[in-house]
């Protein structure tokens, strides 16, 4: 029986079970993804899963919950990548499995990097980015970090048996 987190793609259809994902946040992990106060997930999840270009992943436990979640949104030559996850699952390796997903899709996207906007300070990003083993570049420009990777550094940190899957089930 699978025990750790299985990723999956996800869409508009999966408004539900995101909103719930977000609401088991606490609002100290979602200021850290969001750099402000949200209102209620339900009012810009819709246009966040329906971003035209965009893709969505999903880490879902064992009973199918969505328990994080990883978007790459186009922005012209660049792809920029945001992490969210549950609290209850922070430091158990979901933020860095999804990152390396996220990387893998921008390579298969046509996208060469990958950037992410992270407050300064921000210990659990930088832990995700310490574990993925690829070189990090960065700038910081009040309190905010702008980090960004190759998507093929990142799709290359991918386990072998992860990448074949996905290019199997045509992930791409």
């Known amino acids: 029986m699978r025990r750790e987190p299985r990723i999956t793609t996800i869409g508009p259809g999966d408004l539900a079970p995101t909103v719930a994902m977000h609401r088991r946040c606490s609002s100290h992990t979602l200021w850290s993804r969001y750099h402000r106060a949200m209102p209620d997930p339900q009012t810009y999840l819709p246009a966040l899963l ?27 030559s660049a792809v920029e990548a945001a992490l969210l996850v549950e609290d209850s699952w922070q430091g158990h390796g979901l933020g860095t499995r999804l990152l ?13 990097t990958l950037y992410g906007l992270v407050l300064s300070g921000d210990e659990r990003m930088d832990a995700i980015l310490r574990h993925a083993s690829v070189p990090v570049h960065r700038r910081e420009e009040g309190g905010a970090v702008t980090a960004w990777v190759q998507a093929r550094d990142l799709a290359a940190g991918l386990p072998a048996r992860r990448r074949g899957r996905l290019l199997r089930a045509g992930h791409r």
Do not use: F
């Open 100 to 112: 390396h997903h996220l990387g893998h899709h921008a390579l298969g996207g046509g996208w060469v």
């Open 50 to 76: 329906a971003r035209p270009g965009s893709v969505h992943l999903a880490a879902r436990d064992t009973t199918g919950r969505i328990v994080a979640v990883g978007h790459l949104m186009p922005d012209h």
